[in-house]
């Protein structure tokens, strides 16, 4: 028995040829760059730390505040620990255990002789870029001692208060662009755009609205969100319109699928973090079937004609794509009310996540392409969090996680299994095996950063004083 012979990738890639000439050439652009932020960077190390003796236990407080701070940014349990046992160690708590789950955080540690424990419940409000930007600045005094607890635990319920620095209509208009922007790179053509886009102002407003009702009921903004999206997209394609389907259901529903949240469930599940992994990946499963359900619902309701889902719009010719790139980064700047001055940052980490992304699927394929986009954004948001204006790496590297889309292709495949077709299994094993590519790609990338702080470090010994 034979076994047929099977050709490379890149052989019958379907990459266009000037796709790859741009991703090589902003990859070129961005290497010098990168080089020249890495030597200017600001250098820090653990003997910054200042220790302050806490013998009354509040730094248990602090810890507590600051891990469910962490968590409602969306950190995975692992940095989350790591900050907590920073913080004690800054205190001088020097046996203090911390335990930190998606929806409860556990410190406790010896204090003049007796046992403090502090639960605090966490996952209750979902926290907006700017105030993961000000997160990240408390927590990093904190795990230097340099801000008194009290302090600390201020700063934490300020930001928590804060308003998002954008009024509404703007944050309406990124919602917008980002839709406008997705519909661009999944091959919607210039009508299509223009309906995802439009479909993308209701959404936005939708959840805008949505935003004040409580969390029992956020289910239901989501629901009809993809019911409406799906049942305007569903009566177009009985048309004669040539539009898309696919880019107009997807890209207005794009900063609602749990991409973000599917892919740190793996990297939990890939660090051993079984219960925290577990949970993360079921309440994006559930995202992604409250979704589907909408757009099941709409389908049923009116019904689906014939349609070809492969075909891909180019309306804009090779550069489209890069362009959509940089609205969709000032999209999510406006809608998840990023800093200004951080819309640089992120663009840099988009190009480079996105120009990897294209030369992976040239000699990959597909799901590989989001580990190559995965492992060479996350040194390049490693380094933006060094610099004195750059954001924390959560904040630069999020919106790379929406670009890479994984949930979008688990959408179809979910949608299409409730629709009753098994052949949808395919597209969420796809979906799967994309998401633990971003998230071992993640991982690489985090390696690949380590390795270059022990080099800067091994140097910076060797310089005499």
């Known amino acids: 028995m034979q076994r047929p012979a099977t050709p490379p990738a890149s052989a019958d890639s379907d990459v266009p040829v000037w796709s790859v000439i741009i991703a090589l050439a902003v990859l070129a652009f961005a290497v010098p760059i990168l080089v020249a932020l890495g030597r200017a960077a600001p250098e820090s190390s653990e003997s910054d730390t200042t220790i302050r003796p806490d013998a009354d236990g509040e730094a248990l407080a602090l810890m507590s505040e600051a891990g469910e701070a962490m968590i409602d940014s969306g950190y995975d349990v692992v940095s989350v620990q790591a900050a907590m046992d920073d913080i004690a160690f800054a205190n001088g708590l020097r046996h203090a255990e911390s335990i930190a789950l998606p929806t409860v955080i556990m410190v406790s540690a010896r204090v003049r002789g007796q046992v403090r424990t502090s639960v605090v419940a966490t996952g209750t409000q979902s926290l907006r870029l700017h105030q993961i930007e000000e997160i990240d600045d408390v927590v990093t005094a904190a795990r230097r001692g340099l801000a008194t607890t009290k302090e600390g635990i201020d700063r934490i319920a300020k930001i928590r208060a804060m308003p998002p620095p954008y009024p509404p209509p703007v944050q309406l208009v990124g919602q917008i662009l980002t839709s406008a922007a997705l519909a661009v790179l999944l091959g919607g053509s210039l009508l299509g755009i223009g309906i995802a886009a439009l479909l993308g102002s209701f959404v936005g407003a939708l959840g805008l609205a949505g935003a004040r009702l409580p969390a029992r009921y956020q289910v239901l903004v989501t629901v009809t969100a993809a ?120 663009l840099l980490v988009l190009y480079v996540a996105y120009g990897a992304q294209v030369l992976g699927n040239l000699f990959f394929g597909g799901v590989l392409s989001a580990f190559v986009g995965a492992a060479a954004m996350t040194p390049v948001a490693a380094l933006v969090a060094r610099q004195r204006t750059g954001p924390p790496a959560m904040v630069s590297f999020t919106p790379a996680f929406w670009l890479l889309v994984p949930g979008a292709l688990g959408l179809v495949g979910v949608t299409t299994i409730l629709d009753g077709d098994s052949s949808g299994l395919t597209t969420v094993l796809t979906t799967a095996s994309t998401m633990i590519a971003i998230a071992l790609g993640v991982l690489v990338g985090w390696a690949i950063t380590g390795v270059f702080r022990r080099i800067r470090e091994r140097r910076r010994m060797m310089v005499p004083p």
């Open 227 to 346: 019911f409406v999206v799906g049942l305007s997209v569903f009566l177009l394609s009985r048309t004669n319109l040539d539009f898309g389907v696919l880019p107009c259901l997807i890209a207005p529903l794009a900063l609602l699928l749990p991409g973000a949240q599917l892919t740190t469930s793996m990297i939990e599940l890939a660090t051993n973090q079984m219960i925290s992994g577990a949970g993360r990946l079921a309440a994006g499963a559930m995202q992604l079937v409250l979704l589907a359900l909408g757009i099941v619902a709409a389908a049923a309701l009116v019904g689906i004609p014939t349609l070809d889902l492969s075909r891909a719009y180019s309306p804009l010719g090779p550069i489209g794509p890069w362009i959509a790139v940089a609205v969709f980064g000032l999209g999510v700047v406006l809608n998840r009310a990023a800093r200004a001055r951080s819309l640089g940052w992120i």
